[in-house]
Nanobody
Framework: QVQLVESGGGLVQAGGSLRLSCTASGRTFVNYAMGWFRQAPGKEREFVSGISRIGGITDYADSVKGRFTMSRDYAKNTVYLQMNSLKPEDTAVYSC???????????????WGQGTQVTVSS
């Protein structure tokens, strides 16, 4: 089992920044690729970013490319999502997930955190 806990969400004005964190406990963190997904009210969950198990290879949705940066700290068992130039359409619940390979498909991930709310005001 892997337990994931997100933090760092909040309310920010358009153009602002937030950094989300997701800390893992349980099985070895290095064994898992990690992903960030988001779900806005009335919309389906969508892929935001992913990072490989080893090597830190990242992947981003087109809607966030150039604004968001995902990274991982193996010593802290934590992944981060640095979000800059935030837009009102980025408002959603953001969840991190752990799986065996990087994927844009939510069902590819085995473990999920509870999510953290990000609200961007215009």
């Amino acid at each position: 089992q892997v337990q994931l806990v997100e933090s760092g969400g909040g309310l920010v004005q358009a153009g602002g920044s937030l950094r989300l964190s997701c800390t893992a406990s349980g099985r070895t963190f290095v064994n898992y690729a990690m992903g960030w997904f988001r779900q806005a009210p009335g919309k389906e969950r969508e892929f935001v970013s992913g990072i490989s198990r080893i090597g830190g290879i990242t992947d981003y949705a087109d809607s966030v490319k150039g604004r968001f940066t995902m990274s991982r700290d193996y010593a802290k068992n934590t992944v981060y999502l640095q979000m800059n130039s935030l837009k009102p359409e980025d408002t959603a619940v953001y969840s991190c997930a752990a799986g065996y390979s990087t994927s844009r498909i939510a069902s590819s991930y085995t473990y999920w955190g509870q999510g953290t709310q990000v609200t961007v005001s215009s």
